[in-house]
């Protein structure tokens, strides 16, 4: 079964700083992870995804995120925040081998002016 | 790209009146849906796993005769809640699987935000 744990329920950032949101899941086959971006009382928007290859993957408005097999992490980051950032955010697993996908308790983003 | 939507996007309902809500893949086909609730604040929590042509798997604790969940074609998708009650009220979101995207990719709905009075 596989499992993501998001450290940080909450995060401020300062627009124009750095956002590093923390991912940390178990799975015990290889997994695929991704983070989605959720506004108010919308659905979800996928950010990125990695399934196999690079291990650094960026993904829309600038996020990037680096799958860490040794620390069973897969960290978000942005070099620069922008108040159009502030929403809640989902790391979300799932095995390579199955479509059950299990998602993390979420991080809502704040931002600064 | 893969566009999921759903319908209604609001719905309020009385006390005991059942709710359908429609989840349709429109531009792919999806032989599996997923049915998500979340509750304010919180996570999505997976309800059940839809299959076209079969009946759904729902998830521990999840009753199935409350939530009734049919996939009767490719690109859709429906979760009537039945008799419904104040606790029911929650935002619903379904997702669907394509393959457009790469393998084991879902795309989300905008969700349905369900209050019961």
């Known amino acids: 079964a596989q499992s993501v744990t998001q450290l940080g329920s909450h995060v401020s950032v300062s627009e124009g700083a750095l956002v590093l949101l923390r991912c940390n899941y178990s799975?015990?086959?290889?997994?695929?992870l991704f983070w989605y971006v959720q506004y108010p009382n919308q659905g979800l928007q996928l950010l990125l995804k990695?399934?196999?290859?690079?291990?650094l993957v960026k993904g829309i408005n600038g996020f990037e995120a680096e799958f860490k097999k040794s620390e069973t992490s897969f960290h978000l980051t942005k070099p620069s925040a922008h108040m159009s950032d502030a929403a809640e955010y989902f790391c979300?697993?799932?095995?390579?081998?199955?479509?059950?996908?299990?998602f993390g308790a979420g991080t809502r983003l704040t931002v600064k002016p | 790209g893969a566009v999921v939507s759903q319908h209604p996007s609001r719905v309020i309902c009385k006390s005991g009146t059942s709710v359908k809500i429609e989840c349709r893949s429109l531009d792919f086909q999806a032989t599996t849906m997923f049915w998500y609730r979340q509750f304010p604040k919180k996570s999505l929590m997976l309800m059940a796993t839809?299959?076209?042509?079969?009946?759904?798997?729902?998830e521990q604790g999840v009753e199935k005769d409350k939530f009734l969940i049919n996939h009767a074609s490719l690109t859709l998708s429906t979760l009537t809640v039945t008799s419904a009650h104040p606790e029911d009220s929650s935002f619903y979101i379904c997702s669907a699987d394509g393959t457009s995207g790469g393998p084991y990719e879902q795309y989300f709905g905008p969700g349905t935000r369900l209050t019961v009075t």
């Open positions: 990695y399934t196999t290859g690079a291990t």
């Open positions: 979300a697993v799932r095995a390579y081998n199955n479509n059950d996908m299990r």
């Open positions: 839809s299959n076209e042509g079969s009946k759904a798997t729902y």
């Open positions: 799975s015990s086959v290889p997994p695929y």
